[in-house]
């Protein structure tokens, strides 16, 4: 099946910091990705939709330049928290949705925890 | 606007009894539907999908969920749970007045007791 690999899985850095993370669909094409971010013990929030060679699309509320992100091929993504700091430790996952259509699934990629001190 | 409704943050039950978890569904052109699990730390795993055609949809692990159009609804059931099935399961919905995003539901937890 459909395999997104998110890297890295866990990271845990000081307050000020810019973290990425990667988000790469390994056996099939994917021209949309998307980032979430979940909260302990509550469902997903979707942050942007990352299109393969253009701007992402942001939901409202989510600082567009806090959270750069950038699909330059159609298997990657990155995620990049700028200036990181406490209020922003969370778990990130991305996920794919492969070429084929809108009617198909999206697949996740294992998530990333992260810490900000 | 489509939205998803999951009656129940937390469901138990007993090793071997029916597993129930409430999907219900707003839409207001044809959606499509999904459950995800997510274990501990982890992403999430697709069981099953509806899109178009059977409404009685049978996804992995045993695991099946029947679409139905005058409910609203999407529940997913299994006829006998296993501790391995302990877990955060979601339902979602998408459709093209949502531009094809996936929209989640809040998630319910199921425990399962020996």
């Known amino acids: 099946g459909a395999v997104v690999s998110q890297h890295p899985s866990r990271v845990i850095c000081k307050s000020g910091t810019s973290v990425k993370i990667e988000c790469r669909s390994l056996?099939?094409?994917?021209?949309?990705m998307f980032w979430y971010r979940q909260f302990p013990k509550k469902s997903l929030m979707l942050m942007a939709t990352s299109n393969e060679g253009s701007k992402a699309t942001y939901e409202q509320g989510v600082e567009k330049d806090k959270f750069l992100i950038n699909h330059a091929s159609l298997t990657l993504s990155t995620l990049t928290v700028t200036s990181a700091h406490p209020e922003d430790s969370s778990f990130y996952i991305c996920?794919?949705?492969?070429?084929?259509?809108?009617?198909?699934?999206?697949?996740f990629g294992d998530g990333t925890r992260l810490s900000i001190l | 606007a489509q939205s998803v409704t999951q009656l129940g943050s937390h469901v138990s039950v007993s090793e071997g009894a029916l597993v129930l978890l409430r999907c219900n569904y707003s839409s207001s052109v044809p959606p499509y539907l999904f459950w995800y699990v997510q274990y501990p730390n982890q992403g999430l795993q697709l069981l099953l999908k509806?899109?178009?055609?059977?409404?009685l949809v049978k996804g992995i692990n045993g695991f099946e969920a029947e679409f139905k159009k005058s409910e609203t609804s999407f529940h997913l059931t299994k006829p006998s749970a296993h501790m391995s099935d302990a877990a955060e399961y979601f339902c979602?919905?998408?459709?093209?007045?949502?531009?094809?995003?996936?929209?989640f539901g809040a998630g319910t937890r199921l425990f399962v007791k020996a």
């Open positions: 979602a919905v998408s459709d093209r007045t949502g531009g094809f995003k996936t929209i």
């Open positions: 056996d099939f094409q994917a021209t949309t």
């Open positions: 509806y899109t178009t055609g059977a409404t």
């Open positions: 996920s794919a949705r492969d070429v084929g259509g809108s009617n198909q699934p999206q697949h």
